[in-house]
């Protein structure tokens, strides 16, 4: 099972917004609306923010959305903050009880 | 208050055995679905394994046959027997529940603990 690609890395100036590209396959993010994404930042563990392509977890504020357009899932982070600052992964079911991470993207708020 | 504690990392041989143990709290695991996720230094994360609440595991290609994922229910507790380790199993390990989206698997992780540190050395 291949890892989903995602950018390595993304910016924006605060208050700005940001997108982040997950792809995958028809196999995984375009076969399923079971896409999720999760932040981390360093030495922490993950956090979930988005589940089900676009549902906000209690907590997460409305700056996070998600979406999703064939293979392709997104995660866009409006009004940047610098506690926004952190790396993002992406994650999809796959199948047969197989789940995929994405490569992951850090975001850095200039 | 949901929590995740995961223990038993450490340095181990290239063809060494370790088990993970993740205690949780605040909820009960046997009506769960559970995985295990790994991130090797400076890398992405990668699933390793789940367990249903029925009892049925499935593990990702890259462990299979190597790895085994259990639970004690007396003990609320996950575990992760790993055997036949390789240089490339080196990783921090996470322990995450599996949530539900009205009544069916949602197949998204709601919660993870800190992690564990295993690294594999000749």
């Known amino acids: 099972q291949s890892a989903l690609t995602q950018p390595p890395s993304a910016s924006g100036s605060p208050g700005q917004s940001v997108t982040i590209s997950c792809t995958g396959t028809s196999s995984d993010v375009g076969g399923y609306n079971y896409v999720s994404w999760y932040q981390q930042h360093p030495g922490k563990a993950p956090k979930l923010m988005i589940y089900?392509?676009?549902e906000r977890p209690s907590g997460v504020p409305d700056r996070f959305s998600g979406s999703k357009s064939g293979n392709t899932a997104s995660l866009t982070v409006s009004g940047l903050q610098g506690e926004d600052e952190a790396d993002y992964y992406c994650s999809s079911y796959s199948g047969i009880n197989n789940y995929v991470f994405g490569t992951g993207t850090k975001v850095t708020v200039l | 208050e949901v929590q995740l504690v995961e223990s038993g990392g450490g340095l181990v041989q290239i063809g060494g055995s370790l088990r993970l143990s993740c205690a949780a709290s605040g909820f009960t695991v046997s009506n769960r679905y559970m995985s295990w996720v790994r991130q090797a230094p400076g890398k992405g994360m990668e699933w390793v394994s789940v367990i249903y609440a029925g009892g049925t595991t499935y593990d990702a290609d890259s462990v299979e046959g190597r790895f085994t994922i259990s639970r004690d229910n007396s003990k609320n507790t996950v575990y992760l027997q790993m055997n036949s380790l390789r240089a490339d199993d080196s990783a921090v390990y996470y322990c995450a529940r599996g949530a539900y989206s009205g009544g069916a698997y949602g197949y998204y992780f709601d919660y993870w603990g800190q992690g564990t540190l295993v690294t594999v050395s000749s």
């Open positions: 089900e392509v676009s």
